[in-house]
């Protein structure tokens, strides 16, 4: 690896390191801690959701998996154009005016809030544990992965550089730290891709070049569908788009921003960073296949497409922005993962059990929890072996099926009762589980056929239990403060 | 007059659920058929119908009810294209197989147009008003009131 690279990823590190200590002095309470003392400006929030939803998934997983199935895949990330409007149409102003009328610092407060159920509450910090899990999974091989690359390290060391790194600026600095790393790191993606995007362009002699070379030998892979067909692709794009609604780590930032007139141009300006962000996805996973089928080696693993472009074919110092925005990604998400998956456990579960732990013990617990987490999450990455996307596709779908319906639809839909929503939180945990871990250890035949997307089978049997089972059962009154929100 | 507003608005949304359940079975049933194109139709209408609810207001679905009717069916459109055009590489639009040109350059851009930006556009007259957070004051936590309040008086149009 050129010194350049090594120098501006170094330098990059120790700017997120600063960040974290900075932030730690501004953490004084629970509130600071788990959602940034509930102050943040409109940028921030939208870089921060911006990069924190599409993360190292988009630079590592996202060229990996498209380098091997071809354009379908491009329907993971075209949702973006439609997901963050539908994340602010359906949460952002409730979510943000529920935290003006109760005091609220996570997902399950809300789903506490309007379905006044300790056992929705406690369901709903399950799936968010368990979705956190997999995602911190993902992004810490992203970093293992992108870190092994830049300091020419074994991957059990990259893995450990990086949990380490992300570990000093979450316990220290809580979402304080997260969200502006991930404001940082969010600009910084946004650059990397844009310019990544025009160099893949080049290498491959334009788009045209690319797509008639790989064509001729594989004709399935330059389709709409890609080399996974049409159902498979379908399901992702429904799962990726409306599925926005159940990630908390997009949810609960619209607790954070400062004035909620701001929410204004929030989903915007994510859009098009997202937008500019997902070009790396088209073009380095295309670029890669061509080099192949122009007659180079096969890549040893998918998951090398976007480090060994970059290595081989880009100037130093753009390598070295790449993979500054690469480690950014990752750890964009994974700290905010972090701080959410503590707050399941030191705040949720407890409440859900009828226990309110204090203030300054949600803080205390919190950080240990933060570290328990990231030595877990190195320990299921390096463990895990899988491409790096199919641990986020289990994250995201998890957030998705357990909680969009619940959340999404609950805080639009004053007749929904919270036997629909722990109907469907069941559904979305039980079926994600099994399918998952079923498609892994092979117990069973799966009752779906091949060419459906598992997750999306759940995605729509959660929602439809939800709505189902609200329709079949009486609603309770709503409070008046959730009323008016709900009626906003 | 504002219970009949709530309870009109509130009636819009119990439809629009009912409409949600009715496209995801379609969906979920096309899917498990291998009816791809019905399932891509039926995700087109699931996302218009979830947008709408979230933009549900006394005025029912104001400034937003036609850019909606446009995205559900430029969606409809860029599902049937995939589906329908070439996927071949005889004949490239702008680099790509006019099937693949259709998911890249319709589903990729069109609903930045037809959901997003309509909400930022919007904002004031469909999303949100000061007298919405006025009315949501009397509601409020004491201990949130200040927040509120501080809002409201740094020109709060929202």
């Not at chain 1, 330098?11 to 309470?29: D, E, H, N, Q, S």
């Not at chain 1, 008639?212 to 080399?227: E, K, L, Q, Y």
């Not at chain 2, 329908?84 to 790509?96: N, V």
């Not at chain 2, 007259?125 to 409020?140: H, M, P, R």
């Amino acid at each position: 690896m050129s010194s350049t690279i090594v120098l501006i990823s170094g330098a990059y590190f120790v700017g997120m390191i600063l960040i974290g200590l900075w932030a730690a002095r501004r953490t004084k309470t629970s509130a600071d801690y788990f959602v940034a003392g509930k102050g943040v400006g409109m940028l921030a929030i939208a870089l921060a959701t911006m990069s924190s939803a599409m993360s190292g998934f988009l630079f590592i997983g996202g060229p990996g998996i498209q380098y091997k199935f071809g354009f379908g895949t491009l329907l993971l990330t075209f949702p973006a154009a439609v997901s963050f409007g539908l994340a602010w149409f359906m949460l952002a102003k409730r979510m943000k005016l529920l935290s003006m009328v109760r005091p609220m610092m996570t997902v399950p407060d809300a789903i506490h809030a309007r379905y006044d159920s300790n056992l929705a509450r406690g369901l709903a910090a399950v799936a968010i544990l368990l979705g956190v899990i997999g995602y911190l999974g993902t992004q810490t091989l992203a970093m293992g992965v992108v870190l092994g690359r830049i300091f020419d390290i074994p991957l059990i060391w990259g893995v450990a550089t990086g949990v380490a790194i992300v570990a000093v600026y979450s316990v220290a600095g809580g979402m304080i730290a997260g969200i502006y790393t991930d404001m940082a790191q969010g600009a910084i993606m946004v650059v990397a891709a844009l310019i990544t995007f025009f160099l893949a362009l080049s290498v491959g002699g334009g788009m045209g070049n690319m797509v008639s070379t790989i064509g001729a030998s594989d004709p399935d892979w330059v389709s709409p569908f890609g080399v996974l067909g049409p159902g498979i692709v379908i399901g992702w794009y429904l799962v990726f788009s409306l599925g926005i609604l159940g990630q908390p780590q997009v949810a609960h930032k619209f607790y954070m921003i400062n004035d909620i007139s701001k929410l204004k141009w929030g989903a915007l300006v994510a859009t098009l960073c997202a937008l500019v962000a997902s070009l790396v996805w088209l073009s380095v996973g295309t670029v890669m296949r061509y080099l192949v089928a122009d007659g180079g080696a096969a890549l040893p693993a998918a998951d090398e497409a976007a480090p060994l472009f970059m290595l081989n074919h880009a100037p130093a110092l753009l390598a070295g922005v790449f993979f500054a925005g690469v480690a950014a990604a990752s750890m964009s998400t994974a700290d905010s993962f972090l701080i959410i998956g503590a707050s399941a456990l030191v705040r949720d579960l407890p409440l859900a059990f009828g226990r309110e732990p204090s203030a300054q013990s949600q803080l205390r617990w919190g950080r240990y929890v933060t570290l328990l987490l990231c030595l877990a999450a190195g320990a299921v990455a390096v463990a895990s072996g899988e491409l790096v996307a199919v641990l986020g596709i289990f994250g995201w779908g998890m957030f998705a099926s357990a909680l969009a319906p619940a959340l999404g639809l609950g805080l639009n839909w004053s007749r929904a009762t919270v036997q629909g929503a722990v109907a469907s939180l069941i559904v979305g945990i039980t079926g994600t589980l099994l399918l998952e871990l079923n498609h892994q250890f092979a117990w069973f035949d799966s009752p779906l056929p091949g060419y459906v997307y598992r997750t999306a089978a759940v995605f729509v049997a959660s929602f439809l239990s939800f709505i189902a089972v609200s329709l079949a059962t009486r609603p309770r009154p709503l409070p008046r403060d959730v009323a008016r929100v709900m009626a906003i | 007059m504002e219970t009949q507003t709530n309870a009109a608005a509130a009636r819009l949304r119990q439809i629009l659920v009912l409409a949600l359940g009715a496209a995801f079975l379609a969906c979920g049933l096309a899917m498990l058929a291998g009816a791809t194109l019905v399932a891509a139709w039926a995700v087109s209408l699931i996302l218009t119908l979830a947008a709408s609810l979230g933009a549900v207001r006394e005025s029912g679905l104001g400034p937003f009810k036609p850019y909606f009717i446009a995205g559900l069916l430029v969606w409809l459109l860029a599902f049937a294209l995939m589906h329908e055009l070439s996927a071949s590489t005889e004949q490239l639009i702008l680099g790509l197989p006019p099937a693949t040109a259709a998911s890249v350059f319709i589903l990729w851009l069109a609903p930045l147009f037809l959901v997003t930006l309509p909400y930022s556009l919007h904002f004031e007259s469909g999303v949100l008003s000061a007298a919405d957070l006025e009315a949501l004051k009397g509601d409020a936590d004491p201990a949130q009131v200040d927040a509120l309040e501080r809002q409201l008086g740094d020109g709060g149009e929202a």
